[in-house]
C-alpha cells in the first residue's frame, strides 16, 4: 500500500506531485507549507537552516544551507518519484543536518578559546 501523500499523486500533474511532497516534508518538521503561488521552487527556514525545493523532471532537488557558520556549507539532495521517497526519511535527514549545526555552534567557542589560550 501507498503511503497517503503518494496516494493518487501518480494521476496528477508533476507540479502537483513535488508540492504535495514538499508541504509533507514542511509537515513533518513543524513548519508552514509554502505559499500557493510557489509552484517549482519553494523556501522554507528552520531556527538553523535554509531549505530550497527546486521542480525537477521526474523528482525534486533540496538545497539545504546553515547560513550562520564561519563558513557557509549547504548540501544538494535529490529525489526522483520512481523510486518513491519517503518524507520521514528526508525530514529525518533535515533533522540530523540540523543538530549538525547546533553542534558546530557549541564547538566553536571552545575551539576559539583554545586558540586564543595558545597564542
Given at each position: 500500500?501507498?503511503?497517503?501523500?503518494?496516494?493518487?499523486?501518480?494521476?496528477?500533474?508533476?507540479?502537483?506531485?513535488?508540492?504535495?511532497?514538499?508541504?509533507?516534508?514542511?509537515?513533518?518538521?513543524?513548519l508552514?507549507?509554502?505559499?500557493p503561488?510557489?509552484?517549482?521552487?519553494?523556501?522554507?527556514?528552520?531556527?538553523?537552516?535554509?531549505?530550497?525545493?527546486?521542480?525537477?523532471?521526474?523528482?525534486?532537488?533540496?538545497?539545504?544551507?546553515?547560513?550562520?557558520?564561519?563558513?557557509?556549507?549547504?548540501?544538494?539532495?535529490?529525489?526522483?518519484?520512481?523510486?518513491?521517497?519517503?518524507?520521514?526519511?528526508?525530514?529525518?535527514?533535515?533533522?540530523?543536518?540540523e543538530?549538525?549545526?547546533?553542534?558546530?555552534?557549541?564547538?566553536?567557542?571552545?575551539?576559539?578559546?583554545?586558540?586564543?589560550?595558545?597564542g
Amino acid at each position: 500500500m501507498l503511503p497517503p501523500w503518494l496516494q493518487s499523486r501518480l494521476a496528477r500533474e508533476p507540479f502537483t506531485r513535488f508540492v504535495a511532497f514538499t508541504d509533507e516534508v514542511a509537515r513533518l518538521l513543524d513548519l508552514p507549507p509554502a505559499s500557493p503561488a510557489e509552484v517549482y521552487q519553494r523556501p522554507y527556514q528552520t531556527a538553523r537552516v535554509w531549505m530550497v525545493w527546486r521542480y525537477k523532471d521526474g523528482g525534486a532537488s533540496l538545497f539545504l544551507e546553515r547560513p550562520y557558520g564561519e563558513l557557509r556549507d549547504g548540501v544538494w539532495l535529490r529525489v526522483e518519484w520512481h523510486q518513491s521517497p519517503d518524507p520521514e526519511t528526508v525530514a529525518a535527514m533535515i533533522r540530523a543536518y540540523e543538530r549538525g549545526a547546533r553542534r558546530e555552534r557549541r564547538r566553536r567557542p571552545c575551539w576559539l578559546a583554545r586558540l586564543v589560550r595558545r597564542g
